[in-house]
């Protein structure tokens, strides 16, 4: 229903402020109908990133080592899914690490984290 709830929820709790471009989450139309675009853990950011930020934790997801970031924004470049963020604001890159809070904000039950 695009109700943007998620989008809200993870802008805020990453950025303390809902801005769509602060949302690791984002929603598209296609084919007429709202689509949500996750990061589906393909790697792509971490292949591409200059500094190895990106690596891959014990249950699969890929999560920035904002110490080695050094915000080129590479990884935002490459995201097939567009949900790699490097607002302008920020001095470094942030991407989805499967907190479930847009899961929860969703009055639709539609979102979930689906452990690999």
Do not use: W
Not at 16 to 26: G, L, M, P, R
Not at 37 to 66: E, H, L, T, W
Not at 71 to 95: W, Y
């Amino acid at each position: 229903m695009a109700c943007l709830s998620c989008v809200v929820a993870c802008s805020k709790a990453f950025y303390k402020e809902f801005h769509q471009d602060k949302s690791c989450i984002k929603i598209i139309e296609k084919d007429g109908k709202p689509k949500p675009m996750v990061c589906i853990q393909c790697g792509k950011c971490a292949r591409s990133c200059p500094q190895g930020a990106i690596s891959q934790n014990a249950k699969g997801v890929y999560m920035i080592d904002k110490k080695l970031c050094i915000g080129c924004g590479i990884c935002k470049e490459v995201c097939p899914m567009g949900v790699c963020l490097k607002p302008e604001d920020s001095e470094t890159a942030s991407k989805c690490i499967a907190c479930g809070i847009c899961a929860k904000a969703c009055p639709m039950e539609i979102l979930e984290i689906v452990e690999s």
